[in-house]
C-alpha cells in the first residue's frame, strides 16, 4: 500500500535565495533546453548535458540510442528523455544496486532537483516512496512535483541551482565530484580505492640517449647470460718444445 509523501521543512540552502547577479559570470550554470535549439550541433550538446547530469559520464555502451532519437525528433519531451535515463539499466546498476535507499535518494535528488536533500527527515521521506512505489513511482514522484516544474519545466536539462555562496571564495563542488557513485559498503566491497606500491624505482632516460637499433649495448644482457669461459693460458718452457717434431714434413 502506498503512503502519501512525509512531510518535511525546507531548509534556506543556497538554491531558495534569490538570485542578485547582473549578469552572468563563469559560476553560472549553463542552461541547455530546446526552447532555443538552433542546430543538430546544440541539440548534442544538450543530450550530452543530460547525461553528465544523471550519469556524470556516459560510454558508447551506455546511450540510449532510442530515447535520443525520439527526443531528435520531437516525439519526447527533455523531461521524458530524463526520466528514461532514470530508469535505464545503467542508472540502476550503478546507482540503485550499488547504495542503500537513502544514499539513493540523495543521489536522484541532487541530479533531478538540483539541490541537496534539506535533512534527514527529507531521505526518510523519500526513501519511504522508494520502498512503496518502487524505483519507477519515486522517480515519476521527482519528475512531477511541482520543485521540478517550477524549475526545469519540460524542456530543460536539470542542473545545480545557485552553487556559488557569496562571502566564499571558493563555491560548492559539483554534485558528481563530491558525491560517489558508489556507498563505501560497496567501495569496500568491489575492492577500491586500491594502492599500487612499487618495490623498484623506475628510471627515465632521455630518448637521444637509448641506445639505438645495432648498438652493442642492447646485446649485453645476451653476452652476459652466455657466461663464456675462456681457456687458461698454459704455462710452457720454450726448452720443452721439440722443434723437429713440431715442423712439419715430407714423407
Not at 555502451?61 to 525528433?73: G, K
Not at 534539506?118 to 531521505?123: A, H, L
Request: aromatic share 12%; with cysteine; charged share 25%.
Amino acid at each position: 500500500m502506498a503512503i502519501p509523501l512525509l512531510q518535511y521543512a525546507p531548509t534556506c540552502n543556497n538554491q531558495r535565495v534569490a538570485d542578485f547577479e547582473t549578469a552572468p559570470g563563469d559560476e553560472s550554470p549553463k542552461i541547455y533546453t530546446t526552447d532555443n535549439l538552433l542546430s543538430r550541433t546544440e541539440m548534442d550538446d544538450l543530450i550530452n548535458a543530460a547525461y553528465r547530469q544523471i550519469y556524470f559520464h556516459a560510454f558508447a555502451a551506455d546511450r540510449e540510442v532510442a530515447l535520443e532519437s525520439q527526443l531528435r525528433n520531437g516525439q519526447i519531451t527533455v523531461r521524458d528523455f530524463i526520466r528514461g535515463l532514470l530508469l535505464s539499466n545503467t542508472f540502476i546498476q550503478s546507482f540503485y544496486n550499488k547504495n542503500s535507499n537513502y544514499r539513493f535518494v540523495e543521489h536522484c535528488v541532487e541530479k533531478v532537483l538540483g539541490r541537496k536533500v534539506y535533512s534527514e527527515r527529507e531521505k526518510i521521506a523519500w526513501s519511504a516512496v522508494v520502498m512503496t512505489k518502487g524505483v519507477k513511482g519515486f522517480v515519476d514522484e521527482l519528475l512531477n512535483s511541482e520543485e521540478y516544474i517550477q524549475n526545469f519545466g519540460e524542456n530543460t536539462v536539470p542542473y545545480q541551482r545557485r552553487r556559488v555562496l557569496p562571502g566564499r571564495e571558493s563555491g560548492e563542488l559539483p554534485f558528481n565530484i563530491k558525491s560517489p557513485r558508489y556507498d563505501a559498503y560497496y567501495r569496500a566491497k568491489v575492492g577500491f580505492p586500491q594502492f599500487v606500491w612499487q618495490s623498484s624505482v623506475r628510471s627515465y632516460k632521455p630518448q637521444d640517449q637509448k641506445p639505438k637499433t645495432g648498438s652493442p649495448a642492447l646485446f649485453l644482457d645476451m653476452a652476459r647470460s652466455i657466461n663464456a669461459r675462456g681457456n687458461m693460458p698454459q704455462k710452457i718452457s720454450a726448452l720443452n718444445i721439440d722443434y723437429e717434431k713440431a715442423v712439419p714434413y715430407r714423407k
